[in-house]
T-cell receptor, first 114, second 116 residues
Framework: AQSVTQLDSHVSVSEGTPVLLRCNYSSSYSPSLFWYVQHPNKGLQLLLKYTSAATLVKGINGFEAEFKKSETSFHLTKPSAHMSDAAEYFCVVSVGGGYNKLIFGAGTRLAVHP | EADIYQTPRYLVIGTGKKITLECSQTMGHDKMYWYQQDPGMELHLIHYSYGVNSTEKGDLSSESTVSRIRTEHFPLTLESARPSHTSQYLC???????????????FGQGTRLTVV
């Protein structure tokens, strides 16, 4: 069975310090993986995606993620947090024939303190 | 900027009323989805469609219904709203991926429904 586990429900960092949001997946197939961000009362915005090309993926707003097949992980990082990064982050895996199904993690709420 | 639109953004309605949440996309995507999300919680898939005249129920049981008569339009209807339907509803669309990779989904801004 396919699944996505976001290891932290809440992460709190100080502005200017690194961000690490952890995601592990389980998939019988080669997955496509995504990170989305959701600001309050907004829809979801794509941060970055992995689709079997380079394992280190760069996204918008300085975020990047590394696909590690041996660890079944796809952790999201950013070298220096900004106040505007405070939001909910979702790790998503796309699996199945035609990659039809999207499976969402439970989300990680990132708080950024001055 | 993604071209997927949901209306209304906010809706407060009385118990027993019939409501339709609209979702339209102009990207020609074949797949469309409806998710339900309570504040600060994860997304739950309630309906999806792989193309015109194709609709399926998602992982979370819902009393709502959907239709897909046109590629660009995927409305969600509640025949008789109840307070338990109070939630945020997110619509998404995506194009079919290749044999080796999936595509990203594009999300609307959501409809926040309150049933009183």
């Amino acid at each position: 069975a396919q699944s996505v586990t976001q290891l932290d429900s809440h992460v709190s960092v100080s502005e200017g310090t690194p961000v690490l949001l952890r995601c592990n997946y389980s998939s019988s197939y080669s997955p496509s993986l995504f990170w989305y961000v959701q600001h309050p009362n907004k829809g979801l915005q794509l941060l970055l995606k992995y689709t079997s090309a380079a394992t280190l993926v760069k996204g918008i707003n300085g975020f990047e993620a590394e696909f590690k097949k041996s660890e079944t992980s796809f952790h999201l990082t950013k070298p220096s947090a900004h106040m505007s990064d405070a939001a909910e982050y979702f790790c998503v895996v796309s699996v199945g024939g035609g990659y039809n199904k999207l499976i969402f993690g439970a989300g990680t709420r990132l708080a950024v303190h001055p | 900027e993604a071209d997927i639109y949901q209306t209304p953004r906010y809706l407060v309605i009385g118990t027993g009323k019939k409501i339709t949440l609209e979702c339209s996309q102009t990207m020609g995507h074949d797949k469309m989805y409806w998710y339900q999300q309570d504040p600060g919680m994860e997304l739950h898939l309630i309906h999806y469609s792989y193309g015109v005249n194709s609709t399926e129920k998602g992982d979370l049981s819902s009393e709502s219904t959907v239709s897909r008569i046109r590629t660009e339009h995927f409305p969600l209807t509640l025949e008789s709203a109840r307070p338990s339907h109070t939630s945020q509803y997110l619509c998404a669309s995506r194009q079919t991926g290749t044999a080796t990779s999936g595509t990203e989904a594009f999300f609307g801004q959501g409809t926040r429904l309150t049933v009183v």
